[in-house]
């Protein structure tokens, strides 16, 4: 049975969601909005209204997820005070706390989701490293990780690419989650993932550590405007790869696409390369890697942002992108954070895309420097 200062807290964080959220306000507002899209010829310019309407609803969401919390914040009370009359249980009360908890936390995590990328879908990357086979395995793992946590969230997940590895495994693969705030959660994934286990595929029982690197990036649309210059395009069409028999694409539709990056700030070039065999219509597999280019080069436009910001902020990042951030040591239960210093011993249910600790662990912990 929860005790009155449980409750006192409860109802607390409820009343500082309501202050630092400025709810009233965003009634206000809200109100104003909405009636910019009863104007006439309000959809004469598309792009303009599809832009106000995603205002009016971003503002609805933020109002009904604090009222959500405050109506369970409100039960729980007159919960408390029927279980003194014994007319409810004491599970009943606990459940009520527990629903109560989850909501707070779920709208404090996506307030520290304030950027303007946060709540795109993501496109998230895993090359495996050094080691052959053992690292290809790895890279496999975290796929199926990060798959099944975004069917356990409710998002849409998109294999878009996949390079199987020589003899189990996988080379590469790049993944598009969607959903509302999949960006804003998984970048919290990005960087080096360490695995130590005695692996399966060395004859002598050995212990041994793989790498795998996971790099996450928004997945941009058409209102955001990224510059893609056309004559820095060029493209190759390749047959996809089966699991032969009627799997075999017999059809050059995978395609590869080449983009010549110049870096506007520093005036360095690279190329960058996308592949996608998402579908066995080229001209749809065109389309996907134009989306994909257009979010890497959205992507570059943020890091030089946060790169900006850093050297502003020198010193109060504990994290770089791309360093190794996470273990995960099998034969001792034990997957380590090693930016927040979280860990948990449920090896089994983190490779089973149990990592919503992890991430709200990340969030709290650098999410307001990143505002």
Known sequence: MITIEQLKEVKERTSQLNRYLDIDSKRIQHEEELLRTQAPGFWDDQKRAEAQMKLVKGLEKWIKGYENVKTL???????????REELVTEEEVDALYAKSIAAIEDLELKNMLRREEDPMDAVLKINSGAGGTEAQDWAQMLMRMYMRWAETNGYKCVVSNILDGDDAGIKTCTLEIQGEYAYGYLKSENGVHRLVRVSPYNAQGKRMTSFASVFVTPLVDDTIEVNIEPARISWDTFRSSGAGGQNVNKVESGVRLRYQYKDPYTGEEEEILIENTETRDQPKNKENAMRLLRSMLYDKELQH??????????????????????????????????RTNYQTSDVGGVMDGKIDAFIKAYLMEFGAQEQ
């Open 305 to 338: 942002r946060m790169a900006e910001q850093a050297k502003v902020e020198a010193g109060k990042k504990k994290i770089e992108w791309g360093s190794q951030i996470r273990s995960y040591v099998f034969d001792d239960r034990r997957v380590k954070d090693h």
């Open 73 to 83: 914040c409100d039960e729980l009370e007159t919960a408390f005070e029927f279980y």
